[in-house]
């Protein structure tokens, strides 16, 4: 095999998954046509996919918070802030929820960006892409942690 344009598109997390399951949604009818891949295909997709559903993966919501709409949404409301191919592939991926997570992947986020600026982009995030809630809080298995912490915490 000849590598003819290397890099030439990056995907997200999302548009792997969307793929994926699209080519498994197809059935049987199409793997007449299809070119026969190599042997260990069907386990490596298999693993893919539900790597991509753990936790703490954005996509391991229930039900999934991106659509196809989505990430032109995003790109088009982060474009004022000059942020890179690479951050905003990796803001799609990690949905970050906080300016903490978020400074993990913009660089110099404090140099470049007043903290209004990182919260708007905090704010865009969760607006797109949806709140990012672990399943631990979804199933309220945190609130009795916090709450008996902050009964602890007072006597």
Known sequence: MK?????????????????LTDQQN???ENKKQRHRGPSNLETVVRELLQYLRTEPGP????PIPYNPESIPTLLERLSP????????VMIINLRPASIAALNAIVEEM??????????E??????E?????????????EDMDVDRDASTNGAA
Do not use: C, M, W
């Not at 590598?3 to 793929?19: D, W």
């Not at 797109?128 to 309220?140: I, S, T």
């Open 59 to 62: 996509l391991s919501q229930e």
């Open 26 to 28: 197809r059935g049987p």
């Open 110 to 119: 404090s140099d470049r960006f007043s903290d209004e600026q990182q919260e």
């Open 81 to 88: 802030y000059d942020l890179s191919k690479g951050e905003v």
């Open 3 to 19: 590598i003819l344009e290397s890099q030439n598109a990056v995907l997200t997390n999302y548009e792997v998954y969307q793929h």
């Open 128 to 140: 797109v892409l949806g709140q990012f809630v672990p399943a631990a809080a979804q199933n309220g």
């Open 121 to 126: 982009l905090i704010g865009i995030i969760a």
